[in-house]
């Protein structure tokens, strides 16, 4: 049993008003609900800043929650929703970002399973295999290095693991990127988590890396990854995402017809 969380803020810097912005004819927003509904969740909530976002979830057939206009990341967004359902601090929470259409349903099944399969951790992620050099060390990808066990040990924007012998002189030279690891943006929390992470203040690492992740990690908590069991599709940040985005849902519709 798992339930998920949709955080969408109507601003945005780069697309203001993103999650209602149109995609092959329906709202961003619609298309990830769609997503979690059929993750099979046992519940789904829309955590949302704006009215304007909460009418237009409401006529899709969404639930959508009015959450405060002060929270400086979703998983406060998301620890509200918690705090305002009452759910128990076992209770399992996906989030699930407002601005992936194309993430597989099965990796939100996934993920929460993960998490009920090791007790002991309180977040669980999912990465994916670096396929290139430049995805290695392009700070928009976030790296990931995890212990034998399968328990993060750090979270990047730069390229980690690092191999010394393949770069001769300085980054420039790097020609491997050998074990290498990209982190795909899902996590499965247990309510308790969600609420004392939203109760710390942003931490040294968090703030150098724009990560909130790092936060858990200096905190203390057992943050589980295993490898995605499938490759989610872009998601949407510029006006270039949306169209290419856009182009593949339709694409997708019609293999499907």
């Given amino acids: 049993m798992f339930?998920?969380?949709?955080?969408?803020?109507?601003?945005?810097?780069r697309l203001p008003?993103?999650?209602?912005?149109?995609?092959?004819?329906?709202?961003?927003?619609?298309w990830v609900h769609?997503?979690?509904?059929?993750?099979?969740?046992?519940?789904?909530?829309?955590?949302?800043?704006?009215?304007?976002?909460?009418?237009?979830?409401?006529?899709?057939?969404?639930?959508?929650?009015?959450?405060?206009?002060?929270?400086?990341?979703?998983?406060?967004?998301?620890a509200e929703v918690v705090q305002q359902a009452g759910w128990d601090e076992n209770d399992i929470v996906v989030?699930?970002?407002?601005?992936?259409?194309?993430?597989?349903?099965?990796?939100?099944r996934q993920v929460a399973q993960l998490l009920q399969d090791h007790p002991s951790a309180d977040i669980a992620t999912l990465s994916s295999r670096m396929?290139?050099?430049?995805?290695?060390?392009?700070?928009?990808?976030?790296?990931?290095?995890?212990d034998s066990e399968g328990r993060a040990l750090y979270f990047s924007r730069a390229p980690i693991?690092?191999?010394?012998?393949?770069?001769?002189?300085?980054?420039?030279?790097q020609r491997s990127f050998n074990g290498a690891r990209r982190h795909i943006g899902l996590y499965a929390y247990r309510a308790a988590a969600l609420r004392r992470?939203?109760?710390?203040?942003p931490s040294l690492l968090e703030q150098l890396e724009k990560l909130e992740q790092l936060r858990a990690l200096e905190n203390g908590f057992e943050i589980r990854v295993a490898?995605?069991?499938?490759?989610?599709?872009?998601?949407?940040?510029?006006?270039?995402?949306?169209?290419?985005?856009?182009?593949?849902?339709?694409?997708?519709?019609?293999q499907g017809a």
């Fill in 161 to 173: 693991p690092w191999s010394r012998d393949t770069a001769a002189t300085n980054l420039s030279t």
């Fill in 131 to 146: 396929t290139s050099l430049a995805a290695f060390m392009d700070t928009n990808y976030v790296k990931l290095v995890t």
């Fill in 17 to 30: 008003g993103k999650p209602l912005l149109l995609l092959d004819g329906k709202p961003m927003l619609q």
């Fill in 34 to 78: 769609e997503v979690a509904v059929a993750s099979g969740a046992d519940e789904i909530i829309i955590a949302t800043d704006d009215e304007r976002i909460v009418e237009v979830a409401t006529g899709f057939g969404a639930r959508a929650m009015l959450t405060s206009l002060t929270h400086v990341s979703g998983t406060d967004r998301i």
């Fill in 95 to 108: 989030n699930l970002q407002g601005d992936e259409p194309l993430m597989p349903p099965e990796l939100l």
């Fill in 227 to 254: 490898d995605a069991v499938a490759r989610p599709g872009p998601h949407v940040d510029t006006p270039e995402d949306l169209a290419r985005v856009s182009l593949l849902l339709s694409q997708r519709a019609e």
């Fill in 3 to 13: 339930r998920v969380v949709i955080p969408a803020r109507h601003a945005s810097t």
């Fill in 197 to 201: 992470m939203s109760q710390l203040p």
